[in-house]
């Protein structure tokens, strides 16, 4: 039963990542047994790449594989305006809509107390670190809108309120082309907060 060990071994290295289960590991597992040598190898020398190659920006936090990624180097973006996110992919997420001009700031988690994470767990300290070297006209906060990520969010206003940056917040509520009686009572309270004059 050594094949079994073996295929149990690469099912459990699969389903540890997020959003794979057992089944969709034992899937996958079979798919990467069925490809050819030269499309495995050129898949694991990928992963090896990544992991080799990819670190984090020693300003903002995102993923580059410099120093100082693109967007913190770039000449082309605002200094002025800083968005605020939760995780690397975030930035991901977000430059795909071309809406922001500015840089990122990525926190690395989020608040909350039952996890045992505050304040000091995330990168809260090397943002004010930045707003304090950088002059900045406007912070947009781009947290997830959970309890965890509005907490952060409100945590931070509170400690830049006395300051003269605009604080905004990205608006949430329910998803485009849904209707009300699938959005939830806490998704639909947010949206009902953040409605607007039309």
Do not use: W
Request: glycine letters at 6%; aromatic letters at 6%; a neutral charge.
């Amino acid at each position: 039963m050594v094949t079994e060990q073996i295929l149990n071994k690469l099912i459990a290295s699969l389903s540890s990542l997020p959003g794979v289960g057992k089944k969709s590991a034992l899937r996958i597992g079979f798919y990467l047994l069925r490809l050819e040598k030269k499309s495995f190898d050129d898949f694991i020398s990928n992963l090896l790449l990544v992991r080799d190659s990819i670190t984090f920006c020693e300003s903002c936090g995102s993923i580059t594989d410099k120093k100082i990624c693109d967007i913190c180097s770039s000449p082309d973006r605002l200094t002025n305006m800083i968005c605020v996110v939760e995780k690397p992919e975030d930035v991901i997420f977000i430059e795909r809509t071309g809406e922001i001009k500015g840089k990122y700031h990525v926190l690395d988690g989020v608040i909350s107390p039952l996890d045992g994470i505050g304040p000091d767990k995330i990168r809260i300290r090397e943002l004010l670190q930045r707003l304090k070297d950088n002059p900045v006209e406007e912070l947009l906060i781009a947290t997830n809108p959970t309890i965890q990520g509005d907490a952060t969010a409100s945590y931070i206003s509170t400690i830049l309120k006395d300051t003269n940056i605009k604080i905004t917040r990205i608006a949430h509520g329910v998803t485009v082309g849904s209707t009300l009686e699938y959005a939830d009572q806490y998704t639909l309270s947010k949206a009902i907060k953040s409605r607007n004059t039309i």
